[in-house]
């Protein structure tokens, strides 16, 4: 929406065609292969944000496998809808 109303105005132009909008060229990437800084990223401390997610999705994946057959007081899942249901 913004970007249509910003080619109303004349603060964009609007595309020619199909290459304005997709690119099929594949970038070059031989300046960036292999320049990943290992050291660099250790004393930031990224280590310790991937091994915090890594553990909480652990945990959490563990909690859904828990529950994941919890029964009702009427034998039926917990995540059945049909008892919030006012019809009887």
């Given amino acids: ?3 249509i109303l910003a080619m109303i105005l ?10 304005d ?3 099929t ?11 990943l800084d290992l050291a660099g990223a250790w004393h930031y401390g990224l280590i310790s944000i991937i091994f915090t997610f890594t553990v909480v999705e652990l945990f ?4 859904t496998f828990d529950r994941s ?4 007081k009427d034998g039926a899942p917990l995540t059945d ?5 006012t019809r009887h």
């Avoid at 060229?25 to 320049?35: A, R």
């Avoid at 959490?60 to 909690?63: A, E, S």
């Fill in 60 to 63: 959490d994946n563990m909690g």
């Fill in 25 to 35: 060229s594949l970038p070059h990437m031989g300046e960036t292969f292999g320049q």
């Fill in 10 to 19: 004349g603060m964009t132009p609007a595309p020619k065609g199909i290459t």
């Fill in 69 to 72: 057959d919890d029964k009702g």
């Fill in 81 to 85: 809808t049909s008892r919030t249901s």
């Fill in 21 to 23: 909008i997709v690119s």
């Fill in 1 to 3: 929406m913004t970007t």
